[in-house]
């Protein structure tokens, strides 16, 4: 039998209950679960607030500027601050304040708007096919960006007739003339609504956005004072400008043909379109039709004698075409129909003993093409770089190119750029250049005559639509010659 004294056992339940108070005061402190929003920017944190709505309204009570600047009813979080529900323990809750005091001067607040993204469409250049880069811009508005393309639209479809093929009244074509078959924006366009950072580039007005698109940018352009003598195209091209860039840059200005006065402010801008405006016209011309020469030779007459056998009388043809027109230059002629109204007669020439110079007139040139023709791009300024000739566009694939002038075959070949290409050497201090032809009759160190067939028109190399490029050097264009406009010389 044990017997338990007393004593002992009041010690120990002392010692139990002192032991379990030491381990109940050191033990950590246990809280709840709490739900919280965790803020961050740029990845970082930035603390635990106990409300996101609470965060946003106070961010947007407190940029009362931005809705005065902007006119808008709303200012929201920045687009790289993240607010993530959480279930936590034991965080310290900041109040919004604290949180808009934190990122206020370290990031950008946001309003609702549209970004709207403009593709880059593929075109060609003398270093190949190109595709143009995209371009983002920002409106709150949009209406703002709708007005701004009509503008650019505008600028390059003449507005009246624009007008009347919107509203579907256009007159129609009883004799002659055009009509407007279709006007697009190339491009595709993206339209995303979106919070817009206010460091980002917003446009406002349709006035500010027109002016981005056709001249892509928002600074001042150059400006020119008129000296007297000037006219709108030695303007143009003495500042290396085409004169629709000129007329698109001075809108109180509606063609070439008007006058400038001495001491008058005209802008030079360099046309940078953002989009490419396409205008599809249905067109019916009535054309002369130029007699040809026909020579025929008589070895019983000396060299150098002629004698008209046949004057030569122009005819006249209707000629239906559809042309297609991208920001105001013609990249595309399809022929439909030709109507002869009145035939050609062919002026025949008797001369003495055939013989071919290969020194060319400087005074007389024959016509490249056959008749029936449109010069599509003429000789200029244009986007900023020099067109060294003029696009004829003609009847059609493989009609005949002819040889401008008496002369030697220096070129007569193939490159990725120019297609079926020739240089003729005219030995009078004159060469002429022929390029993007289907086909090539000559060859090089050949003597060649005016109006001798040399090859066909096409669309070989980076081209356009069928048509023959056509230029006129003084000198060797490969050796520092200088291209002069061939029109000088018909």
């Known amino acids: 039998m044990v017997i338990v004294k007393v004593k002992t056992i009041l010690y120990t339940a002392i010692a139990l209950l002192i032991s379990s108070f030491i381990f109940f005061i050191n033990s950590p402190k246990v809280y709840d679960p709490q739900e919280l929003y965790h803020v961050y920017l740029d990845g970082k944190s930035i603390g635990h607030v106990y409300s996101k709505n ?31 529900k959480e279930v936590t323990y034991n965080e310290k809750v900041y109040s919004a304040k604290s949180i808009y005091e934190e990122i206020k001067d370290k990031a950008s607040f946001t309003i609702k708007g549209y970004t709207i993204t403009i593709k880059g469409v593929e075109e060609m250049t003398e270093e190949g096919t190109v595709k143009n880069d995209d371009i983002v811009i920002n409106v709150l508005d949009k209406q703002v960006f709708i007005d701004a393309v009509n503008n650019t639209i505008e600028a390059f479809v003449d507005e009246e007739n624009y007008a009347d093929f919107l509203n579907n009244s256009q007159t129609p074509i009883t004799d002659t003339g055009s009509i407007i078959e279709d006007v697009y924006v190339q491009n595709d366009i993206l339209i995303k609504e979106a919070n817009i950072s206010i460091k980002d580039q917003i446009f406002l007005n349709s006035e500010d956005l027109s002016k981005y698109l056709l001249f892509g940018t928002l600074d001042e352009q150059e400006k020119y004072i008129v000296k007297p003598g ?40 360099v046309v940078k379109p953002a989009v490419k405006v396409v205008e599809e016209d249905y067109v019916v011309t009535i054309e002369n039709s130029n007699y040809t020469i026909v020579y025929e030779d008589d070895d019983t007459l000396p060299i150098g004698m002629e004698i008209v056998k046949q004057k030569g009388e122009n005819g006249i043809n209707k000629v239906t075409r559809r042309l297609q027109v991208i920001n105001g230059d013609i990249r595309g002629v399809e022929p439909l129909s030709q109507e002869e109204i009145k035939p050609t007669i062919s002026q025949i020439i008797i001369r003495g003993q055939k013989y071919v110079s290969n020194i060319g007139n400087p005074r007389v040139w024959v016509w490249p ?50 297609g079926y290409y020739i240089y003729i050497n005219h030995n009078n201090g004159y060469y002429s250049v022929y390029g993007h032809m289907s086909s090539l009759n000559v060859s090089p160190g050949q003597v060649v005559e005016a109006g001798q067939v040399i090859g066909g028109m096409g669309e070989t190399g980076f081209a356009f639509g069928v048509h023959l490029h056509f230029s006129i050097f003084v000198g060797n264009p490969n050796y520092g010659g200088t291209a002069v406009n061939p029109l000088q010389f018909y």
Do not use: M
């Open 230 to 269: 000037d006219t709108i195209e030695s303007v143009s091209f003495n500042n290396r400008l085409s004169v629709g860039e000129f007329l698109i840059s001075n809108t109180e200005f509606n063609s070439a043909d008007n006058l400038l006065y001495a001491g008058q402010v005209v802008t030079l801008g």
């Open 54 to 84: 609470e965060l946003e309204k106070y961010i947007d009570t407190e940029e009362e500027n931005i809705k005065e600047q902007y006119n808008v009813d709303k200012v929201y979080i920045p687009n790289n601050l993240d607010i993530v």
């Open 369 to 418: 093409t056959a008749n029936n023709y449109v010069i599509s791009s003429p000789f200029g300024w244009r986007w900023g770089k020099l067109h060294e000739g003029l696009d004829i566009s003609g009847p059609g694939n493989g009609s005949p190119i002819y040889a401008a002038n008496n002369g030697v075959v220096e070129i007569a070949e193939w490159n990725d750029y120019n």
